[in-house]
């Protein structure tokens, strides 16, 4: 267990406001990473993060910005919350080996 | 766009039956991880193989890792209603440091 708390847990937001999702670790880990899990898709990169405001895409980054200001926080930010960005969505920390380990997830809803 | 194909999708077995979940990709992987999700929760690391034809065990479960690192299996002898869940292979490309995750097997073991 990494220490990765996602806030907040559940979210319904309506189309066209924006959003931010907020992850924090307690391990220092290097490396945070945001993914977004939909039936049939299984998990997809959203953006990443190889250190303090060292970001990059993934591969479903279109409609998301990243912000990471400190070792411990990753923010995810909807910059206008559309129906297909409704997921969930987990954080992930990795010390840059081969495991990553994950948050408990944040179910959103765009209505 | 590397892809990780996992089979079967669904799988609904009695408690005591053995199963297997195969991992198949066109793309060589410099390590496999299987992860397994339990509903509401985020993904938990069960074993990560690194050489090919590497062969781990949990427990109940056998993990392999294809000679050429293209492809992987997970097979649980004796399954127990407890290994309920989602099975996620991933499949790190080491110079990026991203995984890449399977579409997902989900099992369901009933007494």
């Known amino acids: 267990d990494a220490g990765i708390t996602q806030s907040p847990r559940h979210k319904v937001t309506e189309t066209g406001t924006p959003v931010t999702l907020r992850c924090h670790q307690t391990?220092?880990?290097?490396?945070m990473y945001w993914y977004r899990q939909d039936p049939g898709h299984g998990l997809r990169l959203i953006h990443y993060?190889?250190?303090?405001?060292?970001?990059d895409k993934g591969e479903v980054s279109d409609g998301y910005s990243v912000s990471r200001s400190k070792t411990e926080d990753f923010l995810l930010t909807l910059e206008s919350a559309t129906s297909s960005q409704t997921s969930v969505y987990f954080c992930?920390?990795?010390?840059?080996?081969?495991?990553?380990?994950f948050g408990p997830g944040t179910r959103l809803t765009v209505t | 766009t590397q892809l990780l194909e996992q089979s079967p999708q669904f799988l609904s077995i009695q408690e005591g039956e053995n199963l297997t979940v195969y991992c198949n990709s066109s793309?060589?992987?410099?390590?496999l991880q299987w992860y397994r999700q339990e509903p509401g929760e985020g993904p938990v690391l069960l074993v990560t193989?690194?050489?090919?034809?590497e062969v781990k065990k949990l427990k109940r479960l056998t993990f392999q890792f294809g000679d050429a690192r293209k492809d992987s299996s997970l097979h649980i002898t004796a399954a127990q209603p407890g290994d309920t869940g989602l099975y996620l292979c991933?499949?790190?490309?080491?110079?990026?440091?991203?995984?890449?995750f399977g579409t997902g097997t989900r099992l369901l073991v009933s007494p």
């Open positions: 391990e220092n880990h290097r490396y």
């Open positions: 992930a920390t990795g010390t840059g080996t081969y495991e990553q380990y």
């Open positions: 991933a499949g790190l490309n080491t110079g990026f440091q991203k995984l890449v």
């Open positions: 193989v690194v050489t090919g034809g």
């Open positions: 993060s190889y250190g303090v405001k060292d970001t």
């Open positions: 793309s060589v992987f410099s390590s």
